[in-house]
């Protein structure tokens, strides 16, 4: 596996890596990577096709207040992990090469960015934006997998991605989750032993409310008795709302593809999830 850290090494390095045929695949990452991360090269590893991944804390996507200086950076792990899973080359790149002096580009995708973690953490999706669009122009990828979890940052990648001509196929890979439900995060090494134990109500409040919407509950009525499960396992709920599953709009219509998309605080942490929401049983 190769490892690079300079624009133009990376460059000739998928140059190098395109030369007999074929086609590259990217697993963009803040590194501190998990069996989620794992899932995404997993997906990525096609026939005829390379692996990059990329891991860059992306400071443009973290508020004032928000854990730039406490995410967790472990280099050599992620590399040992990425190398075991079969990727090709990792682009490190430090943050003077993605952000010289002078930089004054951004990049916003307006509407499905702003409710949720729009709204919630200002100018976290400028970042995500336009950092990927400077993935996707320096690794010039065939296509780019993105998480579920991060649900509401596929669907902006998405937009940006169709808005913007890139070539490059976006695909969504499924959440990759603990025994007992909880979302694989970077940020689960937060909780303490009692938060984790409780943690397991977001999922679960998840899966109840999203069977009975699927049974035709009343959707207000569901996302009601969700948000009380969270109140009481111990959560303060930055949001849970159903929301169409493309453009995130509220309020969505029973017969396209809904998510019922969370976010919760317990202790200091902040941990988000999403479940799809299939549309009601006939008859
Ligand atoms: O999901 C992440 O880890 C980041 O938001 C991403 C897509 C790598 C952009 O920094």
Redesign the pocket.
């Known amino acids: 596996m190769d490892i690079v850290r300079e624009l133009a090494a990376l460059r000739i390095a998928v140059a190098a890596l395109r030369s007999d045929g074929a086609s590259v695949a990217l697993v ?3 590194g501190a990577l998990h069996a989620g991360h794992i899932a995404l090269v997993e997906a990525a590893k096609r026939p005829g096709t390379k692996v990059v991944a ?1 891991i ?1 804390v ?1 400071p443009r ?1 973290f508020g004032a207040n928000e854990d730039l200086s406490r995410y967790p950076r472990r280099e050599m792990a992620d590399l040992k992990m990425l190398t075991e899973a079969g990727c090709d080359l990792v682009w490190l790149p430090p943050v003077e090469a993605m952000y010289p002096q002078g930089f004054a580009t951004n990049i916003g995708v307006t509407g499905v960015s702003d409710g949720f973690d729009g709204a919630a953490r200002p100018g976290h999706f400028d ?2 934006a336009t ?2 669009a400077k ?1 996707f122009n320096q690794v010039a990828p065939d296509c780019a997998y ?2 579920e979890k ?1 649900f509401q ?1 596929l669907a902006v ?1 998405r937009r940006m991605a169709l808005d913007l001509d890139f070539a490059v196929e976006i695909v969504g890979v499924p959440t990759q989750r603990d025994d007992d439900g909880l979302a694989l995060s970077s940020r689960n090494i937060y909780l303490d032993e009692d938060e984790r134990t409780k943690a397991v109500a977001l999922p679960r409040a998840l899966g109840v409310a999203a069977r009975g919407i699927a049974r035709g509950d009343d959707p207000a009525d569901a996302v009601a008795v969700a948000h009380a499960a969270l109140i009481a396992a111990g959560f303060a709920v930055d949001y849970l709302a159903l929301a169409d599953a493309e453009t995130l709009a509220a309020e969505p219509a029973a017969d396209r593809p809904r998510r019922l998309l969370v976010a919760a605080r317990i202790g200091t942490t902040r941990l988000i999830d999403n479940i799809a929401i299939d549309p009601p049983e006939q008859g």
């Open positions: 963009p990452t803040m990329s860059f992306n996507q970042g995500v950092v990927v993935l993105f998480g991060d940052q990648v």
